[in-house]
């Protein structure tokens, strides 16, 4: 089982809906959860980052994390075609957000006009 | 927000070529920096923990002797890749850390011919 898995892309959304991409991790012990978004070609881009149980919210960004049930997504609301990238679920074990990164595999989102 | 600033953006070079990349955290001090590989269609990889004022901590299958890592300073970190081979192009990011989470660099893009 990978440590980080993230739904298999890629996924398709018209213009204005919303896109939600979904994290599960193995390691129960994670504290810090990220979700990066990824052009191609380009360097990953932090969009959102939560600790706590519950819902974040960032603009159009929403992040929710379930500890119990190892789990953590984005949504996007009113999805533009500039959404349009690979987006990457990062987890840290332990409780700073200046260890170590793992990666899910990535999703690749498309905002089709 | 943090910025992480990489370069150079991009090398083509000959084969048996040592090639030098340097991050710098700009607005922040960074005791520890990370690298990261990624192969096209693929996640990164980390490669190794560079530790300011230490040796750095390389990931499994990561030969230290032809990827070397000095971090000199609370916001200078740099790789070098030694004799490099084609297999070893790729693009290659670092990181480094504040509250907020992980920065990336905008990454190298190594081309060995």
């Known amino acids: 089982q990978k440590e980080v898995e993230q739904n298999s892309g890629p996924l398709s959304v018209p213009e204005g809906a919303i896109a939600s991409l979904n994290c599960t991790y193995s390691d129960r012990g994670s504290q810090s959860f990220f979700w990066y978004r990824q052009y191609s070609g380009k360097s990953p881009e932090l969009i959102m980052s939560i600790y706590s149980n519950g819902d974040k919210e960032d603009g159009r960004f929403t992040a929710q994390l379930n500890k119990a049930s190892q789990y953590v997504s984005l949504l996007i609301r009113d999805s533009q075609p500039s959404d349009s990238a690979t987006y990457l679920c990062a987890v840290i074990a332990g409780g700073t957000s200046y260890g170590k990164l793992t990666f899910g595999q990535g999703t690749i989102l498309t905002v089709h006009p | 927000g943090a910025v992480v600033s990489q370069h150079p953006s991009r090398v083509i070079c000959k084969s048996g070529t040592s090639v030098k990349i340097e991050c710098r955290s700009l607005?922040?001090?960074?005791?520890?920096m990370f690298w990261y590989r990624q192969f096209p269609k693929q996640s990164l990889m980390l490669m190794a923990t560079?530790?300011?004022?230490?040796?750095?901590?390389?990931e499994q299958g990561v030969e230290k002797d032809k990827f070397l890592i000095n971090h000199a300073s609370l916001t200078l970190s740099t790789l070098t890749v030694t004799s490099a081979h084609p297999e070893d192009s790729s693009f290659y990011i670092c990181?480094?850390?504040?509250?907020?989470?992980?920065?990336f660099g905008d990454g190298t893009r190594l081309s060995i011919l």
């Open positions: 560079s530790n300011e004022g230490s040796k750095a901590t390389y």
């Open positions: 990181s480094a850390g504040d509250r907020g989470g992980q920065h």
């Open positions: 607005d922040f001090q960074a005791t520890t």
